[in-house]
């Protein structure tokens, strides 16, 4: 552990992602099916993401959060602008080179938890190793480790839908951190959750950034998660409206949320 | 450069030089070329000659037309390659020295545009290209006068080519070089080595088993698709022996039976695989979503995707082949017991497998294409909401939509009505099509127009939420279930209730035998009178032939093979021939002296569908001929030769006997003046040409032939029909060339024998179309079964939100049965209304009298009960399951 700490330490003052003017239009047809009018959903932002930040992304509902999330894991592309992963431009990739990405190198941690339930827990942990084709060993071995460290272990040969919505959000994370991605994304991880799993969930989160030094992008609405964070990019209507830095403090960082979300 | 262009010159050259001398016309004996041909003309000092004594072994004088013109025309194309062969020489030589001269070109190309037009002329004027048996213009010369032209054409393009070579050749290393580099760029970038653990299958097993419920859908359509069409296809097998599949191009026979049979098997099939696997896909997207998110390659996803579709095809193919041969064999058992004398196989041959197979393979795959529309969206990764997506309700141009369609649907009922269409698969299915796209635009308007009260659109919300949520979807439904109705109602129903009221066979042929005979047979007609006792009638008449007897749309100036070969009769003969069965004709028949107006009787009983005489011309205005069929007429004439007649009236009735059941041997009746004119017009028209020719310059079976002028109609005693029998061979080897132009139309009918053929041929429809009958049957109530189950979990969910947001049960049973009862309700009220039309259409086409609508209606009837109680209790049923399933476990 200390090993991979030490190495992203190396790493620590390159940018995993580099936004530069990104924009996302959609276009809205007619009952017709004629091209109606476009929507400008993301309208050019520009911000970089250093490894080990644990970014928070804000907004109100429809400000394009969840569509920023998406290209940033590269589900989806932009209609204009630059995004960069890792220095490589995301525009000259192709389509397997995205799958590729997204199962080697990002986590994906959803509100609807976004588990197979034909599948088992254990299952749907290893589902990004054995995507890798990976041994079955490894993938064994790495999903128990997992298990254990969430404390999901006795839950390993149930199914999804036999599990409550923190012990599937736990499991989720387990299989966003199987493969040892540089970057976890999560498109609000305890929205669907009670306080008290959500709770959970969040130290959990925190726990993989600051003792694993992933660097985690979090859409929420929550001002106390993202309080958590150590940065906070605040969108309105598609546009970054702050770009907030969490202190030492994290009342003082809650605080000053709660203070800017009037402007929201 | 040049010097390759030079010496691809002089190789072309010496080449062209070998084609231009090798002697390959054989004049009096002895091989020559161009050069030696014009040699040869100048000698004789006769072009004719020459021509005449290499291509036509000096037998010119006794062919029927004048061949100077093309000899004149031929050695003026000879001169013209000399000329040509003299220009190459030169170009030759200067390539050779290097020497450019450009005007060559000029002149060569002027001397190639004289000789195309030459060669044109002589390739298009069709008058020259054969009198009788002999060629006139053999078609090898054409071929070697084009050798040069395309030869022309073949240098320019490398000349053309020569100069891009370079520009072209960098070009093709630079698209090379990049193919290569993109390669090596992809082998690099997507390396993904190593193989997927047994892990990988597992989890794509487990998942298949997950979705079993949903893949079993379509596993069923496709077991249903494949025993339907296997079973269509073996009984087309089976009965083959006994009812041969006749020449395809005529449209008779099995060919027939089977073709609106596998037709509609076929588009049910595709149908009901299309929208299976429509909703397979969308609930396939949400678990595909979550393997590509956590990066899974597309080609992976495709091929888990394609390997558990073709497992699961082939395992129903299989399934379907047993089940198949099983009802196969139960309808073989079925169909010998009660028909012990019919020829029937009990094997399946391969041949019906592999049809099978490579059918509902095409099948698949066009449902695989036409389903993939849905995956509009998968340029995102983010799958998830695909199975939950609203279908649009079509906007502005609903109405219309809703015009042009209506107006469609009655046109093409309109055509319907007429006899060149009548019970057209094809039509029916444009109607079908019509009516898609008005209920789909109507429906709309309805639904939109509620919108326009908020009243009455909250209070119908709860009931009509998830049409317009799945509008589309909806239509489709609805539309199928129509369409299955109509033909179940109307379309099949008519095959089989019109064979089972209609006359016996028996007395479908009022004469034991007719024979079509000329003034040569006074002899053996004499002998079938003496030796066998028979009571003949004769009737003079002339052979009536439409120019076009195929349902295939011709072209305006095509020569049809199939021409429509009846019976041209007098008006008095008419009439006798009415008294004679018993039967009071027509008062005024409404004829005309010329011969303009005609009458027809259609021979054809009540269980074959409506035909024209004449497919060439919509209406009742036919193109008919006095005579046999031309082969040898200007089709750019074709209205000289088959005049335009009109049709004043027509009946169904069997005269002399239903051979052909309306398709040949109908009679036409002219007016009496009329057909006093017409009835020696043998003796004057060209047989081959249909020109009028002097009686000095016919000469019999050389350009005139005695058609069949007497129409002998015999009965006789039962004991002398063997006697008859071999009669009939022996006048039948007499009239070989009036059998010659069309294998169904002969100079000799029998009575035992048609009456024979005709019992087979009914049998024959009842059995396979009852049986598409049976798979309709099937396949609807089956639709809905489907339909409902695939949707049962969502509708699960929604009415326990229902529940859960107060809507009492009383109410909440009410709805979800209408959400299962509108699919049977609307689709039986638009069918009835259809079928209506439907039948009064064929029975006016048909020309059935009050009795045989009553039998219809009657037998017809039984059938439309059975299968609206069928649907009652199947719904019933389904209801009762349904609202079971939903309910269990409510809140109440």
Known sequence: MNEKLEKNENKKTADVLRAENLVRDYVQYGEDGEKKKEIHVLKGLNFSIQRQEFVGIMGRSGCGKTTLLKLLGMIDRQTGGKLFFEEHDTEDLWKDEFADIRRRKIGFVFQDFYLMDSLSVRE????????DKKSAKECMEESQKYAEQFGITHLMNKKPYELSGGEKQRVAISRALINNPDLILADEPTGNLDSKSGDVVIHTLSHINRELGKTIVMVTHDPKM????????LLKDGMILEDMRNGVDQEAFYQEILGKMKEL | MEEKKRRMNIILGIILQIYFLFPWMNITGERKNFIMYVIAVLRNHSCADTYNTTFLDGVADALPLDIHTLAKTFTVCVMLYVVLEVIETIRLICNIKGWEIKF???????????????????????????????????????????????????????????????????????????????????????????????????????????????????????????????????MREAFSGSYGYDNELLGLGLTEIMKDCLIVIVLISLFLITVVMVFYRKKRMADDGIFRTLGMRSNAVFWSWIGELLAGFAVALVTAFVIGRAILFGIYAAVIQHFPKIDMKSEVSWKVYLITAIVIAVICLFAFGISGDIHAGERSAD????????????????????????????????????????????????????????????????????????????????????????????????????????????????????????????????????????????????????????????????????????????????????QGQNIGISESSYRKLKKAVGEKPKKHLNLDKNGKKIYVVYQQDQGTKAKPIDHYQLMIHPNLHIGQPLFGFDTMEHQTYYPVRTITGSETSSLIGAFKQGKYENLIVFADAYFDKIKDYWKTTDMSTGEKIKTSDAVLEENIHEWPTKLVLANLPE???????????????????????????????????????????RILECVMNGFVLIILSVISMLLLHMKVQMELPDMRKRYQFMNRLGMNRRERICIEKKEISRFVTIPSVIAVIVTVLYSGIVFGLRDYHLNDV????????????????????????????IVKKIEKGADL
């Not at chain 2, 094809?426 to 009516?435: A, E, M």
């Not at chain 2, 037998?859 to 439309?864: D, E, K, S, T």
Request: proline share 2%; aromatic share 14%.
């Open chain 2, 104 to 234: 060559l070109s000029i002149i060569e190309l002027i001397g190639l545009f004289a000789m195309l037009s030459v060669v044109a002329e002589i390739g298009l004027n069709s008058s020259w290209s054969s009198a009788g048996t002999i060629q006139v213009f053999p078609m090898y010369l054409l071929g070697y006068l084009a050798v040069f032209p395309i030869w022309t054409g073949i240098r320019l393009l490398m000349h053309k080519s020569m100069e891009e070579w370079e520009e072209s050749g960098e070009q093709i290393l630079k698209t090379q070089e990049n193919d290569k580099h993109y390669k090596q760029e992809r082998k690099r970038r997507l390396y993904f080595p190593g193989k997927y653990s047994k892990l990988y299958y597992h989890v794509l097993w487990e998942n298949f088993k997950y979705h079993w419920r949903d893949f079993s859908f379509l596993f069923v359509s496709v077991l249903l698709s494949a025993a339907f069409l296997f079973i269509g296809f073996g």
């Open chain 2, 383 to 562: 799958a998830r909401n695909a199975a939950v997506k609203s279908e649009k309700i079509p906007g502005i141009c609903r109405k219309a939509g809703a015009l042009i369609s209506g107006l469609l649907g009655v046109i093409v009922l309109y055509l319907y009505t007429q006899r060149r269409f009548s019970e057209s698969i094809f039509l029916l299915c444009g109607f079908f099509l019509c009516l898609y796209v008005f209920l789909y635009n109507i429906g709309a308007m309805i639904l939109r127009k509620k919108e326009t009260s908020m009243d009455q659109y909250l209070r119908t919300l709860p009931e009509e939420h998830m049409i317009r949520h799945r509008y589309q979807t909806t239509v489709k439904y609805l539309t199928l279930m129509i369409v299955i109705h109509v033909c179940v109602m109307s379309f099949f129903s008519v095959k089989v209730v019109s064979n089972r009221i209609a006359d016996k066979t028996d007395t479908l042929y009022p004469y034991d035998y007719v024979w079509l005979a000329n003034s040569n047979d006074t002899g053996i007609i004499e002998k079938l009178k003496q030796e066998c006792k028979a009571e003949v009638t004769s009737i003079p008449m002339v052979r009536a032939t439409t120019i076009d007897n195929t349902e295939r749309l011709e072209g305006p100036f095509d020569l049809v093979w199939q």
């Open chain 2, 719 to 761: 004991k002398y029909q063997k006697k008859a029998d071999q009669l009939t061979i022996d006048f039948a080897k007499q009239h070989a060339y009036d059998e010659s132009f069309d294998s169904l139309v002969k100079s000799t009918y029998t009575k035992t024998e048609a009456a024979k053929k005709r019992q087979m041929e």
């Open chain 1, 124 to 131: 749907n942990i290893m589902l990004p190793k054995i995507l």
């Open chain 1, 226 to 233: 993202a309080s958590y964070c150590s940065r906070l990019i």
């Open chain 2, 854 to 881: 009553k039998n219809y209606v009657i037998n017809a009837g039984v059938l439309w009960i059975i299968y609206f109680i069928l649907q009652w209790l199947n719904l019933k049923w389904l209801e009762d399951t």
